[in-house]
């Protein structure tokens, strides 16, 4: 029976090839007793900048009697090793209720893309409607049109086409959610081209330059399995009956709907919008807003790695933090989706509008780092409804827009300018696309955004000297961090309260936040659908 040994240590300077030695020491066996291993985690562990190292488990089986094993691991503590159990079944048993139209996957994000992949692998050829451009064309748009030319395209943008949001994001695959179907996402994205290491690596992560062809493959298998995927289909309307959809209007013609997979993104305003016009239950839920922050990289090494800071087995470093604070004092700032070796990117979906990503090669190899700087609020709190919490996001997201020119460049300030209250001037060098220009970010934010960062930035300042300094620069807005919606479902069913065969998915359902925790919660309605359903005949 094979052992998982825990927490085995390797300093940076050390080869992977002691590994074997040392968990067969800790078994105390002879190396020639093991009959396979597997590295299964690796993890860097920088909490000491003078004992920086790596921890792995190890996945191994002995030769050697189950009775002999057993005694082994008796000697030794659940956090040295344990036996590794069998994965869990994750096969849903299908249903048997007859469909009456094939399913469709409303949207080609993360949580989209799985759940139609889940459902052609089970033979339900689903069909996918996809606003957006394939990721070919999408690229050409975004670089040409808009990039180039500042020409927004609102049908093919960093937000809408072929991979959502998520094709051109860093590809961050670590969660706080835990489900086994995790292990599922990471397999599924291997086969179609990313790395080995996001097996093994505890944050692993993509690449805003891999992801693309990722996103292509997969629409291939779901096709080559029955499915089909349709770009610059957008859904516009819908229409049911006692409860049960009925129809959808695409493109503005009007077809026949069985059960639909309501994958949208956390952007598509209008579709949001739509769902409360016709009496789906849209309800308000706590969201993010703030700034996003850049600093050279070779920064963020100091903080983190110290005198290690250029030793070539680290990689690009990262941070968080969490500063809290009273309701009156802005509530708690954290970090959020920091990006080492990354690019700040724009997030809107439509004209007029500025907002902030942030974005890494897989190699993470920029000179720059950035990250979201955000607190939580309450929009019950502040009188709104999922519809004018909307309203409240653009109304931020158009003035930004407006005080740096119209043009799509992003609103700057230097961070030790915007503590003290001065205006910044000098050379302004950013990794966005569309540059930015110098404004007062205190007069383009939420008071309770400005009242948490000056409150927080000295403090990390304090624990990280340059983070708030002159190096530091202010973005504004990171206003895409979540939806501040729900449309709700039910929690057996997972369908939605008010429309019993529409299934709402990922962030723009508001039930996810990233490429992992989306695709999983694509992947968890796909089973119930295929639970409910029988698949259609050949």
């Not at 016709?278 to 790695?305: M, N």
């Amino acid at each position: 029976m094979p052992f998982l040994v825990r927490n085995l240590r390797l300093g940076l300077n050390e080869p992977e090839a002691l590994l074997l030695d040392r968990a067969a020491r800790r078994l105390g066996v002879p190396v020639s007793a093991v009959r396979t291993h597997a590295v299964v985690r690796r993890a860097l562990d920088a909490r000491g900048r003078d004992d920086i190292h790596f921890i792995y488990h190890l996945e191994l089986a002995l030769d050697e009697p189950p009775r002999a094993e057993r005694r082994r691991l008796h000697r030794l503590k659940p956090q040295q090793a344990v036996w590794l159990d069998p994965p869990p079944l994750l096969e849903p048993e299908p249903g048997h209720e007859p469909l009456t139209a094939p399913p469709i996957v409303v949207g080609f994000g993360p949580a989209g893309m799985l759940a139609a992949w889940r459902l052609a692998c089970f033979g339900y050829r689903p069909i996918v409607l996809e606003r957006g451009r394939d990721v070919r064309r999408r690229h050409r748009d975004i670089l040409q049109r808009f990039y180039r030319r500042r020409d927004f395209d609102p049908t093919s943008n960093l937000l809408f086409g072929e991979g959502g949001a998520g094709a051109y994001s860093d590809g961050k695959l670590y969660t706080r959610v835990h489900d086994p179907r995790a292990r599922l996402v990471l397999e599924v994205l291997y086969q179609h081209g990313a790395d080995p290491d996001i097996l093994t690596d505890a944050r692993p992560h993509i690449g805003s330059d891999r992801l693309p062809t990722i996103c292509m493959r997969l629409r291939r298998r779901i096709e080559a399995l029955g499915g089909q995927v349709c770009f610059e289909h957008r859904v516009d309307d819908l229409r049911s009956e006692d409860g049960v959809l009925t129809a959808l209007r695409v493109n503005g013609r009007w077809q026949p709907a069985g059960p639909v997979v309501l994958a949208i993104g956390h952007s598509a305003r209008d579709t949001v919008r739509m769902l409360a016009a016709r009496g789906l239950h849209v309800a308000p839920k706590p969201f993010q807003f703030g700034v996003r922050i850049e600093h050279p990289q070779a920064c963020v090494d100091r903080w983190q790695y110290g005198s290690h800071a250029d030793h070539p087995a680290l990689p690009p470093a990262e941070y968080s933090f969490v500063d809290k604070g009273t309701v009156e004092a802005g509530g708690d700032l954290f970090s959020f989706c920091m990006c080492p070796g990354g690019m700040i990117l724009p997030t809107n979906e439509s004209a007029g509008l500025v907002a902030t990503n942030g974005a890494s090669r897989a190699s993470r190899a920029g000179a720059f780092a950035n990250s979201g700087l955000v607190i939580t609020l309450d929009p019950q709190a502040m009188g709104f409804d999922a519809v004018s919490a909307l309203a409240f996001l653009e109304q931020w997201e158009h003035g930004c827009f407006a005080a740096a020119g119209g043009d799509y460049r992003l609103p700057m300030q230097r961070a030790a300018d915007f503590l003290s209250g001065r205006p910044s001037d000098g050379t302004l060098e950013t990794t966005y696309p569309l540059g930015g220009c110098w404004a007062t970010l205190a007069e383009l934010l939420p008071p309770e955004a400005v009242t948490a960062l000056r409150r927080a930035l000295p403090k990390v300042d304090a624990r990280w000297p340059g983070f708030a300094g002159a190096e530091a620069l202010l973005t504004a807005p990171e206003s895409r961090a979540s939806a501040p919606f729900r449309v709700v479902r039910d929690p057996a069913t997972r369908a939605a309260v008010s429309c019993g065969n529409l299934y709402p998915v990922g962030e723009g359902a508001g039930y996810a936040g990233g490429i992992m925790s989306s695709a999983i919660d694509g992947l968890k309605s796909a089973d119930a659908l295929i639970i409910r359903y029988t698949p259609p005949s050949a």
